[in-house]
């Protein structure tokens, strides 16, 4: 499946964004999903973590609070609702789906549990 991620931008500290992910081929409704970032010069690290339905959800401790992940399968699409940057959250941002896990309601944490990646989406927070 083809993910396509969009909504990243420069934001002062304290401001908020949204980022979307959409399929372009294939409906995202039945598989769990994630989003990551990476920072210039660092390896790509966990951010969220949604079940197919939406149901539950799981944030790494560094954005807990802050971000929301969440989806609408009726569109497509998946979200992650982005307050109070920091400038630590500088990154590209990547949304990825597990397409092994069908309407499964675990959660995923690593990259190598997702076979399929988008694009990444740059976010930049400013101080």
């Known amino acids: 499946v083809q993910l396509q991620a969009f909504g990243g931008g420069l934001v002062q500290a304290g401001g908020s964004l949204r980022l979307s992910c959409v399929a372009s081929e294939r409906t995202l409704s039945s598989y769990a999903l994630g989003w990551f970032r990476q920072a210039p010069g660092k390896e790509r690290k966990f951010v969220a973590a949604?079940?197919?339905?939406?149901?539950?959800?799981y944030y790494a401790d560094s954005v807990k609070g802050r971000f929301t992940m969440s989806r609408d399968n009726a569109k497509n699409t998946v979200y992650l609702q982005m307050n109070s940057l920091k400038p630590e959250d500088t990154a590209a941002y990547y949304c990825?789906?597990?397409?092994?896990?069908?309407?499964?309601?675990?959660?995923?944490?690593?990259?190598?549990?997702?076979?399929?990646w988008g694009q990444g989406t740059l976010v930049t927070v400013s101080s």
């Open positions: 990825a789906a597990n397409t092994n896990a069908y309407y499964s309601s675990s959660l995923y944490y690593t990259s190598g549990e997702y076979d399929s």
């Open positions: 949604i079940n197919w339905s939406g149901g539950s959800t």
